[in-house]
Protein backbone atom coordinates (compact mmCIF):
# COMPACT_ATOMS: atom_id res chain seq x y z
CA UNK A 1 0.00 0.00 0.00
CA UNK A 2 1.23 3.29 -0.61
CA UNK A 3 2.02 6.02 2.08
CA UNK A 4 -1.47 8.20 1.76
CA UNK A 5 -1.48 11.67 1.37
CA UNK A 6 -4.28 13.66 1.61
CA UNK A 7 -6.24 14.80 -1.94
CA UNK A 8 -4.37 17.90 -3.72
CA UNK A 9 -6.08 20.89 -2.63
CA UNK A 10 -7.49 19.12 0.58
CA UNK A 11 -5.87 19.63 4.23
CA UNK A 12 -5.29 17.83 7.47
CA UNK A 13 -5.89 20.84 10.27
CA UNK A 14 -3.41 19.68 12.89
CA UNK A 15 -4.16 20.82 16.20
CA UNK A 16 -2.58 24.36 16.30
CA UNK A 17 -4.61 25.13 12.98
CA UNK A 18 -7.97 23.42 14.26
CA UNK A 19 -7.37 25.41 17.37
CA UNK A 20 -7.32 28.77 15.55
CA UNK A 21 -9.99 27.68 12.92
CA UNK A 22 -12.64 27.18 15.82
CA UNK A 23 -11.18 30.47 17.65
CA UNK A 24 -12.58 32.45 14.77
CA UNK A 25 -15.63 29.80 14.14
CA UNK A 26 -16.70 30.93 17.65
CA UNK A 27 -15.95 34.46 17.31
CA UNK A 28 -18.08 33.86 14.51
CA UNK A 29 -21.03 32.57 16.67
CA UNK A 30 -20.58 35.28 19.19
CA UNK A 31 -21.10 37.65 16.50
CA UNK A 32 -24.27 36.12 14.84
CA UNK A 33 -25.47 36.25 18.57
CA UNK A 34 -24.66 39.96 18.70
CA UNK A 35 -26.44 41.03 15.45
CA UNK A 36 -29.33 38.46 15.84
CA UNK A 37 -29.18 36.47 13.43
CA UNK A 38 -30.31 32.61 13.90
CA UNK A 39 -27.87 29.65 13.28
CA UNK A 40 -28.73 26.99 10.45
CA UNK A 41 -27.18 23.89 9.30
CA UNK A 42 -27.83 23.17 5.58
CA UNK A 43 -26.43 19.85 4.02
CA UNK A 44 -23.13 19.91 2.18
CA UNK A 45 -24.39 18.13 -0.63
CA UNK A 46 -27.16 19.51 -2.54
CA UNK A 47 -28.34 19.61 -6.19
CA UNK A 48 -26.34 20.70 -8.75
CA UNK A 49 -29.47 22.88 -9.97
CA UNK A 50 -29.77 24.82 -7.59
CA UNK A 51 -26.18 25.29 -7.16
CA UNK A 52 -25.46 26.48 -10.92
CA UNK A 53 -28.73 28.44 -11.15
CA UNK A 54 -27.34 31.59 -10.49
CA UNK A 55 -23.52 31.69 -9.05
CA UNK A 56 -22.04 32.43 -12.58
CA UNK A 57 -19.52 30.22 -15.01
CA UNK A 58 -16.69 30.90 -12.66
CA UNK A 59 -17.84 28.51 -9.45
CA UNK A 60 -20.09 26.79 -11.83
CA UNK A 61 -16.95 25.28 -13.46
CA UNK A 62 -15.09 25.15 -10.22
CA UNK A 63 -17.54 22.27 -8.79
CA UNK A 64 -17.54 18.91 -7.35
CA UNK A 65 -20.25 17.47 -9.27
CA UNK A 66 -21.63 13.69 -9.44
CA UNK A 67 -23.75 12.01 -9.37
CA UNK A 68 -25.24 10.03 -6.53
CA UNK A 69 -26.42 6.29 -6.66
CA UNK A 70 -29.77 7.48 -7.14
CA UNK A 71 -28.63 8.90 -10.55
CA UNK A 72 -29.13 12.40 -9.32
CA UNK A 73 -26.73 14.79 -10.28
CA UNK A 74 -25.38 16.47 -6.84
CA UNK A 75 -22.42 18.28 -5.75
CA UNK A 76 -20.41 19.78 -3.05
CA UNK A 77 -21.65 22.93 -1.63
CA UNK A 78 -19.28 25.77 -2.88
CA UNK A 79 -20.81 28.72 -0.84
CA UNK A 80 -23.75 28.72 1.50
CA UNK A 81 -26.15 31.30 -0.19
CA UNK A 82 -28.10 29.02 -2.50
CA UNK A 83 -29.03 27.05 0.63
CA UNK A 84 -30.09 29.90 2.27
CA UNK A 85 -32.03 31.05 -0.78
CA UNK A 86 -33.68 27.62 -1.35
CA UNK A 87 -34.67 27.78 2.76
CA UNK A 88 -36.32 31.19 2.40
CA UNK A 89 -38.59 29.87 -0.40
CA UNK A 90 -39.54 27.02 0.70
CA UNK A 91 -39.45 25.90 4.37
CA UNK A 92 -38.92 29.49 6.05
CA UNK A 93 -41.67 31.56 3.42
CA UNK A 94 -43.54 32.50 5.45
CA UNK A 95 -41.33 33.47 8.64
CA UNK A 96 -41.53 37.37 9.54
CA UNK A 97 -39.25 39.80 7.96
CA UNK A 98 -36.55 40.24 8.37
CA UNK A 99 -34.80 37.14 8.50
CA UNK A 100 -31.21 36.72 9.61
CA UNK A 101 -29.41 33.48 9.31
CA UNK A 102 -26.16 32.78 9.94
CA UNK A 103 -24.07 29.22 9.57
CA UNK A 104 -20.68 28.04 9.30
CA UNK A 105 -19.28 25.09 7.70
CA UNK A 106 -17.04 23.96 4.84
CA UNK A 107 -17.34 24.83 1.33
CA UNK A 108 -15.97 23.14 -1.57
CA UNK A 109 -14.33 24.81 -4.84
CA UNK A 110 -12.11 23.53 -7.51
CA UNK A 111 -9.31 26.12 -7.37
CA UNK A 112 -6.19 26.00 -8.35
CA UNK A 113 -4.46 25.32 -5.14
CA UNK A 114 -2.40 28.29 -3.64
CA UNK A 115 -1.63 30.02 -0.15
CA UNK A 116 -5.06 30.74 1.13
CA UNK A 117 -6.26 29.24 -2.15
CA UNK A 118 -7.67 25.70 -1.37
CA UNK A 119 -10.25 23.47 -2.26
CA UNK A 120 -12.24 22.80 0.58
CA UNK A 121 -11.90 25.40 2.69
CA UNK A 122 -14.34 27.08 5.85
CA UNK A 123 -16.94 30.17 6.01
CA UNK A 124 -18.97 31.98 8.09
CA UNK A 125 -21.84 33.40 6.65
CA UNK A 126 -24.53 35.92 7.10
CA UNK A 127 -28.07 36.46 5.12
CA UNK A 128 -30.16 39.19 5.77
CA UNK A 129 -33.51 38.54 3.71
CA UNK A 130 -36.72 40.64 3.41
CA UNK A 131 -35.01 44.57 3.35
CA UNK A 132 -33.99 46.27 0.68
CA UNK A 133 -32.85 49.19 2.22
CA UNK A 134 -29.07 50.23 2.44
CA UNK A 135 -29.27 49.71 6.42
CA UNK A 136 -29.27 46.34 5.96
CA UNK A 137 -26.45 46.48 3.24
CA UNK A 138 -24.19 48.54 5.86
CA UNK A 139 -25.34 46.24 8.29
CA UNK A 140 -23.83 42.94 6.74
CA UNK A 141 -20.14 45.43 6.49
CA UNK A 142 -20.50 46.55 10.14
CA UNK A 143 -21.11 42.64 11.45
CA UNK A 144 -17.53 41.75 9.08
CA UNK A 145 -15.79 44.81 10.68
CA UNK A 146 -17.01 43.66 14.34
CA UNK A 147 -15.76 40.25 13.74
CA UNK A 148 -12.53 41.22 12.42
CA UNK A 149 -11.89 43.29 15.32
CA UNK A 150 -13.30 40.87 17.53
CA UNK A 151 -10.36 38.06 16.33
CA UNK A 152 -7.92 40.63 17.09
CA UNK A 153 -7.03 41.15 13.18
CA UNK A 154 -4.63 44.63 12.40
CA UNK A 155 -5.07 47.19 9.51
CA UNK A 156 -7.80 45.63 7.01
CA UNK A 157 -9.75 47.20 4.32
CA UNK A 158 -13.22 47.27 3.19
CA UNK A 159 -13.23 47.76 -0.88
CA UNK A 160 -16.84 48.88 -1.67
CA UNK A 161 -18.95 49.37 -4.95
CA UNK A 162 -22.28 48.83 -6.56
CA UNK A 163 -22.56 46.08 -9.28
CA UNK A 164 -26.03 47.77 -9.93
CA UNK A 165 -24.92 50.93 -11.38
CA UNK A 166 -22.99 48.81 -14.33
CA UNK A 167 -25.59 46.69 -14.81
CA UNK A 168 -27.95 49.90 -15.24
CA UNK A 169 -25.69 51.37 -17.32
CA UNK A 170 -25.73 48.41 -19.84
CA UNK A 171 -29.45 47.16 -19.44
CA UNK A 172 -30.20 50.95 -20.29
CA UNK A 173 -27.69 50.04 -23.90
CA UNK A 174 -29.84 46.69 -24.97
CA UNK A 175 -26.74 45.27 -23.24
CA UNK A 176 -28.74 41.87 -22.74
CA UNK A 177 -28.21 39.65 -19.08
CA UNK A 178 -25.70 37.16 -20.61
CA UNK A 179 -23.86 39.49 -22.07
CA UNK A 180 -24.35 41.31 -18.77
CA UNK A 181 -22.87 38.49 -16.83
CA UNK A 182 -19.55 37.82 -18.85
CA UNK A 183 -18.55 41.44 -18.77
CA UNK A 184 -18.91 41.43 -15.19
CA UNK A 185 -16.92 38.07 -14.65
CA UNK A 186 -14.22 39.90 -16.55
CA UNK A 187 -14.28 42.89 -14.92
CA UNK A 188 -14.02 40.78 -11.90
CA UNK A 189 -10.64 39.41 -13.08
CA UNK A 190 -9.67 42.72 -13.94
CA UNK A 191 -9.59 42.20 -17.90
CA UNK A 192 -11.08 44.99 -18.81
CA UNK A 193 -9.72 45.07 -22.25
CA UNK A 194 -11.31 41.94 -22.96
CA UNK A 195 -14.77 43.06 -21.19
CA UNK A 196 -14.90 46.37 -22.72
CA UNK A 197 -14.81 44.47 -26.13
CA UNK A 198 -17.87 42.89 -25.43
CA UNK A 199 -19.56 46.39 -24.78
CA UNK A 200 -20.91 47.40 -27.83
CA UNK A 201 -21.75 50.76 -27.61
CA UNK A 202 -19.32 53.49 -28.28
CA UNK A 203 -20.96 55.50 -25.71
CA UNK A 204 -21.25 53.44 -23.33
CA UNK A 205 -18.00 51.92 -23.56
CA UNK A 206 -16.71 55.45 -23.01
CA UNK A 207 -18.73 55.43 -19.96
CA UNK A 208 -17.18 52.15 -18.66
CA UNK A 209 -13.52 53.27 -19.13
CA UNK A 210 -13.99 56.89 -17.49
CA UNK A 211 -15.06 55.08 -14.29
CA UNK A 212 -12.78 52.99 -14.44
CA UNK A 213 -10.13 55.95 -14.66
CA UNK A 214 -11.57 57.91 -12.39
CA UNK A 215 -9.71 59.16 -9.12
CA UNK A 216 -10.54 60.77 -6.49
CA UNK A 217 -8.82 61.78 -3.03
CA UNK A 218 -11.48 59.80 -1.17
CA UNK A 219 -14.19 57.03 -1.06
CA UNK A 220 -16.93 59.62 -0.25
CA UNK A 221 -15.39 61.77 -3.09
CA UNK A 222 -15.18 58.99 -5.98
CA UNK A 223 -18.80 58.21 -5.11
CA UNK A 224 -19.82 62.31 -5.70
CA UNK A 225 -17.75 61.81 -9.23
CA UNK A 226 -19.56 58.55 -10.03
CA UNK A 227 -22.63 59.88 -9.65
CA UNK A 228 -21.68 63.39 -11.46
CA UNK A 229 -20.58 60.32 -14.39
CA UNK A 230 -24.08 58.28 -14.32
CA UNK A 231 -26.32 61.08 -14.53
CA UNK A 232 -28.77 60.18 -17.25
CA UNK A 233 -28.61 56.82 -16.59
CA UNK A 234 -31.82 56.48 -14.48
CA UNK A 235 -31.18 53.10 -12.37
CA UNK A 236 -27.48 53.82 -12.32
CA UNK A 237 -27.98 57.09 -10.43
CA UNK A 238 -30.36 55.09 -8.11
CA UNK A 239 -27.58 52.94 -7.66
CA UNK A 240 -25.06 55.07 -7.07
CA UNK A 241 -27.46 57.27 -4.40
CA UNK A 242 -27.55 54.01 -2.48
CA UNK A 243 -23.48 53.53 -3.04
CA UNK A 244 -23.40 57.12 -0.83
CA UNK A 245 -25.92 55.90 1.36
CA UNK A 246 -24.43 52.64 2.54
CA UNK A 247 -20.80 54.68 2.69
CA UNK A 248 -22.64 56.93 5.45
CA UNK A 249 -24.49 54.68 7.17
CA UNK A 250 -21.03 52.50 7.59
CA UNK A 251 -18.92 55.30 8.25
CA UNK A 252 -21.18 56.43 11.34
CA UNK A 253 -21.26 52.99 12.48
CA UNK A 254 -17.97 53.10 12.80
CA UNK A 255 -16.16 51.12 10.35
CA UNK A 256 -14.19 52.87 8.02
CA UNK A 257 -14.08 52.26 4.28
CA UNK A 258 -11.07 52.24 2.57
CA UNK A 259 -11.75 52.63 -1.41
CA UNK A 260 -15.04 52.64 -3.60
CA UNK A 261 -14.54 51.31 -7.00
CA UNK A 262 -16.66 52.60 -9.80
CA UNK A 263 -15.81 49.53 -11.79
CA UNK A 264 -15.99 46.99 -9.09
CA UNK A 265 -17.44 43.39 -9.75
CA UNK A 266 -17.51 40.39 -8.20
CA UNK A 267 -17.44 35.91 -9.55
CA UNK A 268 -20.81 35.85 -8.29
CA UNK A 269 -23.62 36.38 -10.59
CA UNK A 270 -26.85 37.03 -8.31
CA UNK A 271 -25.60 40.24 -7.15
CA UNK A 272 -27.63 43.06 -8.11
CA UNK A 273 -27.02 46.16 -6.06
CA UNK A 274 -23.45 46.95 -3.11
CA UNK A 275 -21.32 44.63 -3.54
CA UNK A 276 -18.15 44.50 -0.62
CA UNK A 277 -15.01 42.68 0.06
CA UNK A 278 -12.08 43.10 2.84
CA UNK A 279 -8.40 42.57 2.57
CA UNK A 280 -4.99 42.89 4.77
CA UNK A 281 -1.89 44.31 3.65
CA UNK A 282 -0.16 41.34 3.98
CA UNK A 283 -2.82 39.51 1.71
CA UNK A 284 -3.43 40.35 -2.02
CA UNK A 285 -6.65 37.62 -1.62
CA UNK A 286 -9.76 39.24 0.00
CA UNK A 287 -10.94 37.70 3.79
CA UNK A 288 -13.91 38.40 3.04
CA UNK A 289 -16.68 39.44 0.34
CA UNK A 290 -20.67 40.20 -0.12
CA UNK A 291 -23.33 41.84 -0.98
CA UNK A 292 -27.13 42.64 -2.52
CA UNK A 293 -28.84 39.94 -4.32
CA UNK A 294 -32.45 41.09 -5.01
CA UNK A 295 -33.95 38.76 -7.92
CA UNK A 296 -32.20 35.52 -6.31
CA UNK A 297 -35.43 33.86 -4.49
CA UNK A 298 -37.49 34.81 -7.05
CA UNK A 299 -35.70 32.81 -9.48
CA UNK A 300 -36.21 30.17 -7.39
CA UNK A 301 -39.58 30.28 -7.06
CA UNK A 302 -40.09 32.53 -3.67
CA UNK A 303 -41.41 35.79 -3.75
CA UNK A 304 -39.88 38.62 -5.25
CA UNK A 305 -37.42 39.11 -1.98
CA UNK A 306 -34.71 41.46 -1.59
CA UNK A 307 -31.24 40.08 0.35
CA UNK A 308 -28.26 40.72 1.32
CA UNK A 309 -25.24 38.73 2.81
CA UNK A 310 -21.62 38.19 3.43
CA UNK A 311 -19.12 35.01 3.43
CA UNK A 312 -15.84 35.23 5.57
CA UNK A 313 -12.90 33.23 4.10
CA UNK A 314 -12.14 31.45 8.07
CA UNK A 315 -8.82 29.74 6.62
CA UNK A 316 -7.59 33.20 5.40
CA UNK A 317 -8.16 35.13 8.44
CA UNK A 318 -6.73 32.24 10.24
CA UNK A 319 -3.65 32.82 7.64
CA UNK A 320 -4.18 36.56 8.23
CA UNK A 321 -3.79 36.09 11.92
CA UNK A 322 -0.95 33.87 11.82
CA UNK A 323 1.08 36.68 9.58
CA UNK A 324 0.40 39.39 11.91
CA UNK A 325 1.69 36.97 14.65
CA UNK A 326 -1.41 36.89 16.47
CA UNK A 327 -1.29 34.32 18.93
CA UNK A 328 -4.46 32.53 20.23
CA UNK A 329 -4.30 31.43 23.79
CA UNK A 330 -6.95 28.14 24.39
CA UNK A 331 -8.49 29.42 27.43
CA UNK A 332 -8.90 26.48 29.25
CA UNK A 333 -8.05 25.74 33.26
CA UNK A 334 -5.53 23.92 34.49
CA UNK A 335 -4.37 20.28 33.21
CA UNK A 336 -3.95 17.39 35.45
CA UNK A 337 -2.63 14.17 34.63
CA UNK A 338 -3.87 10.97 36.74
CA UNK A 339 -0.84 8.32 37.43
CA UNK A 340 -2.15 4.93 39.06
CA UNK A 341 1.33 3.41 40.77
CA UNK A 342 0.11 -0.02 39.95
CA UNK A 343 -2.84 -1.94 38.58
CA UNK A 344 -4.51 -2.30 42.32
CA UNK A 345 -5.23 1.13 42.03
CA UNK A 346 -6.54 1.48 38.33
CA UNK A 347 -10.16 1.31 38.50
CA UNK A 348 -9.96 3.98 41.43
CA UNK A 349 -7.53 5.95 40.07
CA UNK A 350 -10.08 6.27 36.50
CA UNK A 351 -12.97 6.77 38.60
CA UNK A 352 -11.27 9.67 40.24
CA UNK A 353 -10.45 10.91 36.82
CA UNK A 354 -13.71 11.00 36.23
CA UNK A 355 -14.96 12.72 39.07
CA UNK A 356 -12.21 15.62 38.21
CA UNK A 357 -13.78 15.56 34.66
CA UNK A 358 -17.22 16.00 36.37
CA UNK A 359 -16.09 18.87 38.31
CA UNK A 360 -14.91 20.75 34.75
CA UNK A 361 -10.85 19.53 35.86
CA UNK A 362 -9.60 18.67 32.11
CA UNK A 363 -7.83 15.21 32.85
CA UNK A 364 -6.05 12.60 31.51
CA UNK A 365 -5.46 9.13 32.66
CA UNK A 366 -2.09 7.22 32.52
CA UNK A 367 -2.65 5.41 30.05
CA UNK A 368 -0.22 3.39 28.39
CA UNK A 369 1.29 1.60 32.16
CA UNK A 370 4.37 3.52 32.10
CA UNK A 371 6.41 3.64 36.33
CA UNK A 372 5.69 7.25 37.46
CA UNK A 373 8.46 8.81 37.20
CA UNK A 374 8.41 7.76 33.15
CA UNK A 375 4.53 8.93 32.94
CA UNK A 376 5.60 12.51 34.89
CA UNK A 377 8.65 12.79 32.48
CA UNK A 378 6.19 12.78 29.93
CA UNK A 379 3.43 15.17 31.60
CA UNK A 380 6.23 17.64 32.06
CA UNK A 381 6.98 17.65 28.10
CA UNK A 382 3.03 17.82 27.20
CA UNK A 383 2.94 20.94 29.66
CA UNK A 384 0.65 19.22 31.90
CA UNK A 385 -0.09 21.14 35.10
CA UNK A 386 -0.90 19.01 37.88
CA UNK A 387 0.02 15.37 38.19
CA UNK A 388 -2.48 13.37 40.65
CA UNK A 389 -0.14 10.24 41.74
CA UNK A 390 -2.80 7.37 43.25
CA UNK A 391 -1.09 5.13 45.46
CA UNK A 392 -2.19 2.42 47.83
CA UNK A 393 -1.45 3.52 50.85
CA UNK A 394 -2.88 6.90 50.23
CA UNK A 395 -5.91 5.75 48.59
CA UNK A 396 -6.66 3.99 51.85
CA UNK A 397 -6.82 7.31 53.54
CA UNK A 398 -8.19 8.51 51.17
CA UNK A 399 -5.66 11.00 49.89
CA UNK A 400 -3.77 11.40 46.65
CA UNK A 401 -0.22 12.85 46.02
CA UNK A 402 -0.95 16.36 43.66
CA UNK A 403 2.53 17.27 42.27
CA UNK A 404 2.59 21.12 40.86
CA UNK A 405 4.36 20.30 37.69
CA UNK A 406 6.46 23.75 37.04
CA UNK A 407 7.40 24.07 40.94
CA UNK A 408 8.35 20.61 41.27
CA UNK A 409 6.18 20.30 44.85
CA UNK A 410 4.29 17.65 45.73
CA UNK A 411 1.83 17.27 48.95
CA UNK A 412 -1.11 15.05 49.91
CA UNK A 413 -4.28 16.40 49.60
CA UNK A 414 -7.66 14.62 50.62
CA UNK A 415 -9.68 13.40 47.78
CA UNK A 416 -12.86 14.77 48.80
CA UNK A 417 -10.64 18.48 48.36
CA UNK A 418 -8.89 17.46 45.59
CA UNK A 419 -11.31 19.24 42.40
CA UNK A 420 -11.66 22.49 44.67
CA UNK A 421 -8.08 22.47 45.14
CA UNK A 422 -6.82 22.36 41.74
CA UNK A 423 -9.69 24.60 40.46
CA UNK A 424 -8.34 27.45 43.25
CA UNK A 425 -4.71 26.93 42.32
CA UNK A 426 -6.31 27.56 38.77
P1 LIG B 1 -17.03 34.61 -2.20
O1 LIG B 1 -16.38 35.91 -2.40
O2 LIG B 1 -17.05 33.66 -3.33
O3 LIG B 1 -18.50 34.91 -1.71
O4 LIG B 1 -16.36 33.86 -0.96
C1 LIG B 1 -16.27 34.49 0.31
C2 LIG B 1 -14.89 34.29 0.89
O5 LIG B 1 -14.54 32.92 0.91
C3 LIG B 1 -13.78 34.94 0.08
O6 LIG B 1 -13.68 36.32 0.35
C4 LIG B 1 -12.58 34.19 0.62
O7 LIG B 1 -12.13 34.72 1.85
C5 LIG B 1 -13.12 32.80 0.86
N1 LIG B 1 -12.69 31.92 -0.25
C6 LIG B 1 -13.17 31.86 -1.50
N2 LIG B 1 -12.53 30.92 -2.21
C7 LIG B 1 -11.62 30.36 -1.39
C8 LIG B 1 -10.64 29.32 -1.53
N3 LIG B 1 -10.50 28.63 -2.65
N4 LIG B 1 -9.85 29.02 -0.45
C9 LIG B 1 -9.99 29.68 0.72
N5 LIG B 1 -10.91 30.67 0.91
C10 LIG B 1 -11.71 31.00 -0.12
C11 LIG B 1 -19.42 33.96 -1.40
O8 LIG B 1 -19.16 32.82 -1.17
C12 LIG B 1 -20.82 34.49 -1.27
N6 LIG B 1 -21.71 33.36 -0.98
C13 LIG B 1 -20.90 35.56 -0.21
C14 LIG B 1 -22.28 36.08 -0.02
C15 LIG B 1 -23.15 35.72 0.95
N7 LIG B 1 -22.88 36.96 -0.81
C16 LIG B 1 -24.10 37.16 -0.36
N8 LIG B 1 -24.29 36.40 0.69
Redesign the pocket.
Known sequence: MPAFQPVRGMRDLLPEDAALLNYIVCKARETACLFGYKEVVTPVVESYELLSAKSGEE?RSRMFVFKDLGNRTVALR????AS?ARLATTTLRNEPKPLRLFSVGS?Y?Y?EPQR????E???S???LVGSARPEADAE?ILLTDSLLRAVGLQSYAFKLGNVGVLRAILSQEGVDEKTQNMILQLMDKKEYDEAFKLVKPEKCRALLSELLELKAPDASSTVEKMREKVKGYTEAEAAAYNLAEVLRLVTEGGCNVQTVEPTFA???E??TGMIF??YVPQLE?????????DRLIEVFGGEPTP???????I???ALALQMQEKTVEPKHGKKVMVIPVNEQVKSEALKLAMQLRSAGVPTEFEVMRRRVAKALEDADRRRIDYAVIIGEKELRAKTVTLRDMAKRLQETVPIQALAEKIMHEA
Do not use: C, K, M, S
Open positions: IPEFTIVRDGRYRFWQNFEVRGLYYEVIALGGGGRYAVGVAHGDRI
